[in-house]
């Protein structure tokens, strides 16, 4: 867009924060304002908007508009890599006034409205609901219990008053680290479509991880080992939930890998494959049961668990490897479990590395 003619005009629309895209006549992206680059970085002056948009309903509603049969037209779009993303569309015309302008000057604007919080919004209240209320009812409903007793038949009963006490207070933590897990699950989901922005090294913080857990590992008898580059390994992150993926894998592994008495931590540098960038491998392998493997792939869903009582008797609450998941999509990483039965598990966290300046 000429400067001179529109005075002001890319600032303001750069200060917008929906996505604002302009096209000519022929479909080629003549201006696109700051929200719309951050939403695609693809986006460049000149070239088809459909190299970048291909969704049919947004790019056929540009047909209507410029064909001159609607002056506007509204629409919706979804996106579903890399993360989900929901817009609203609006496709108006520039030229409204019937004089005839050449091919390459602007002709449509497109405004758009990220709508991924509120639909992401809805569907976790729905799924909270759902959920939570399935999994908080069996340590209510024992709760219940063990009160009508100690009211009723037990009234008196000192022995047993303090047996009932005991449970009663190990199922109220339970509901508690399931709410817990609940809120940080939720917290992350609806930041998921927002990039971590803080740079974090990522050897020194499985490191310190390593390390608050040394005393639950020691109580298994399991020995953790670290293999980490000398030179710090710098992602971009946010330092909690990284601290919160370390936690659950090692967690995890000294669990259910306890016979294993070994827990390998390993971080590396992998170098980039055909058209990525270099990435941070973090390994957590354990020697325990391992994984059958028809479960894999339905780990990183909530509350599945391959042994719910072994996981509750820990005090798992299903929700670590979902949360995990979670994290690493944010950070637009990968998850990768391998496992074999009787030989143990490898959990692999990829992290994008930013390029070096
Ligand atoms: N290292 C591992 N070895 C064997 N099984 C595992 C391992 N890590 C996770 N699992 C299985 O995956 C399930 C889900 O893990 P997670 O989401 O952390 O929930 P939780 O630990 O609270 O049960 C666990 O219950 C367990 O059955
Ligand atoms: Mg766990």
């Given amino acids: 867009m000429d400067k001179n003619q529109n005075g002001l005009l890319p600032e303001v629309l750069d200060a917008l924060s929906d996505p604002v895209i302009m096209v000519d006549g022929r479909k080629v992206v003549t201006f696109s304002n700051a ?6 970085p693809s986006l460049i002056n000149g ?9 049919p309903d947004l790019i056929d509603a540009i047909d209507r508009v410029l064909a001159g049969t609607l002056p506007m037209l509204k629409g919706a779009m979804s996106e579903r890599l890399p993360v989900e993303r ?17 091919r390459t000057a602007p002709a449509v604007v497109l405004v758009f409205r990220d709508l991924t919080e509120s639909r992401r ?15 908080l009812r069996t340590p209510l409903a024992s709760l219940l219990g063990f009160i009508e007793t100690l009211q009723g038949p ?3 009963d000192l022995q047993a008053q303090t047996r009932f006490l005991d449970i009663m207070r190990a199922q109220g933590r339970r509901m508690a680290r399931l709410i817990d897990d609940l809120l940080s699950l939720s917290r992350v989901e609806m930041s998921e479509h927002k990039r971590p922005i803080d740079t974090v090294d990522f050897g020194l913080l499985i490191r310190q991880v390593a390390d608050t857990l040394r005393p639950v590992a020691e109580e298994r008898r399991v020995a953790i080992h670290l293999d980490l580059p000398d030179a710090p390994v710098f992602v971009s992150g946010d330092r909690d939930e990284l601290m919160r993926v370390a936690e659950n894998l090692i967690e995890n592994a000294i669990k259910y890998g306890h016979s294993g008495q070994r827990v390998e931590l390993k971080l590396a540098i992998v170098s980039a494959s055909r058209g990525r960038c270099d990435e941070a491998q973090f390994s957590v392998r354990d020697f325990g049961p391992g994984i059958p493997a028809e479960h894999l792939p339905r780990l990183t869903e909530r509350f599945y668990r391959v042994d719910a009582s072994a996981s509750r008797e820990t005090g798992g609450t299903g929700l670590g490897l979902a949360i995990v998941k979670h994290i690493v999509n944010r950070h637009r990483g990968r998850l990768t479990i391998e496992s074999e039965q009787g030989t143990g598990s490898v959990f692999n966290v990829f992290l994008p590395v930013p390029d070096e300046e």
């Fill in 35 to 40: 929200a719309a680059t951050s939403a695609w």
């Fill in 47 to 55: 070239v088809p908007i459909s190299f970048t948009l291909r969704t």
């Fill in 86 to 102: 929901f817009f609203e569309f609006q496709v108006v015309s520039l030229s409204s006034s019937g004089v005839a302008t050449p």
């Fill in 121 to 135: 919004l809805e569907a976790m209240r729905v799924d909270f609901v759902a959920n939570a209320s399935h999994e």
């Fill in 154 to 156: 037990a009234r008196g």
